[in-house]
């Protein structure tokens, strides 16, 4: 489903209002935090999940940490 919302200016920053009944059903209430990802469509928003972030972290610290070991494994 899309929608269209209004930006709108919120001191240094454009913010974005998301419709009441979208909140309703993706359990989002004032203060949520939600993850804004650059994609080739757009931008998308992803509730924010810490433990994803976590994971994404030491996905990302392991894969310098044994870089030359992967490159030789996708040989």
């Known amino acids: 489903m899309a929608i269209e919302v209004t930006l709108r ?3 240094g920053s ?3 209002t998301i419709p009441a ?3 309703r059903r993706f359990h989002l209430s004032p203060g949520d935090r939600v993850q804004a990802i650059e994609t080739e469509q ?3 928003l992803s509730p924010f999940d810490p433990t994803v972030e976590e994971a994404l972290a030491l996905a990302s610290a392991a894969a310098r940490q044994f870089q030359p070991a992967l490159r030789e494994l996708a040989r």
């Open 9 to 11: 200016q919120a001191g």
């Open 14 to 16: 454009v913010s974005a």
């Open 21 to 23: 009944e979208m909140a």
């Open 42 to 44: 757009g931008i998308l």
